[in-house]
T-cell receptor, first 114, second 112 residues
Framework: DAGVIQSPRHEVTEMGQEVTLRCKPI?????LFWYRQTMMRGLELLIY????????DSGMPEDRFSAKMPNASFSTLKIQPSEPRDSAVYFC????????????FGSGTQLSVL | AQSVTQLDSHVSVSEGTPVLLRCNYS??????LFWYVQHPNKGLQLLLK??????LVKGINGFEAEFKKSETSFHLTKPSAHMSDAAEYFC??????????FGRGTSLIVHP
């Protein structure tokens, strides 16, 4: 398996634009997590899916953020409109047994909003 | 509820000397505990995991951690640091919610 695949690796956009981050989890994993990493706040859980259903989205900062998982092999995190304070590294991770098993992380998307 | 406290934001050691990265946790349930490592511009990689088996857990690259329930600690150690160990280390707890909670991270600096 190629591991968790995220795209794009880097995204530079202007304030107000829509940004879509993509994630392909490891085949067979039933849990998917989106995290945001910044120097100020560390790693923050944004949203957690189990069997394609959002279980906990309490970490989603505000209505500008939305996430979907239309099937077991694909998830998106969308920011609309984007703001400079959204600049961060966004990680997707998947797991085979909710959080009881280890997380497999993607390489992350470095987002810069100018 | 669950939480993780990594007691040091930075730890600096010389190559060849021991490493100690401290982690305390709280959990309402029997926890699963993990240590992850993140090298610069990389994703996180699992170092080791504790899930109620042996209290001393051995991981990759010579790291190990000891689960001490009485102290609610899960400190990470390595007998001899190598330059390649320089990275960010995260302690993680998973309790009844099955949602992993990450510590703020400890940056390990290794001097030649």
């Amino acid at each position: 398996d190629a591991g968790v695949i995220q795209s794009p690796r880097h995204e530079v956009t202007e304030m107000g634009q829509e940004v879509t981050l993509r994630c392909k989890p490891i085949s067979g994993h039933n849990s998917l997590f989106w995290y945001r990493q910044t120097m100020m706040r560390g790693l923050e859980l944004l949203i957690y899916f189990n069997n394609n259903v959002p279980i906990d989205d309490s970490g989603m900062p505000e209505d500008r953020f939305s996430a979907k998982m239309p099937n077991a092999s694909f998830s998106t995190l969308k920011i609309q409109p984007s703001e400079p304070r959204d600049s961060a590294v966004y990680f997707c991770a998947s797991s085979g047994d909710m959080g009881a098993e280890k997380l497999f992380f993607g390489s992350g998307t470095q987002l810069s909003v100018l | 509820a669950q939480s993780v406290t990594q007691l040091d934001s930075h730890v600096s050691v010389s190559e060849g000397t021991p490493v100690l990265l401290r982690c305390n946790y709280s959990s309402s349930y029997s926890p699963s505990l993990f240590w992850y490592v993140q090298h610069p511009n990389k994703g996180l990689q699992l170092l080791l995991k504790y899930t109620s088996a042996a209290t001393l857990v051995k991981g990759i690259n010579g790291f190990e951690a000891e689960f001490k329930k009485s102290e609610t600690s899960f400190h990470l150690t390595k007998p001899s640091a190598h330059m390649s160990d320089a990275a960010e280390y995260f302690c993680v707890v998973t309790g009844g919610s099955y949602i992993p909670t990450f510590g703020r991270g400890t940056s390990l600096i290794v001097h030649p």
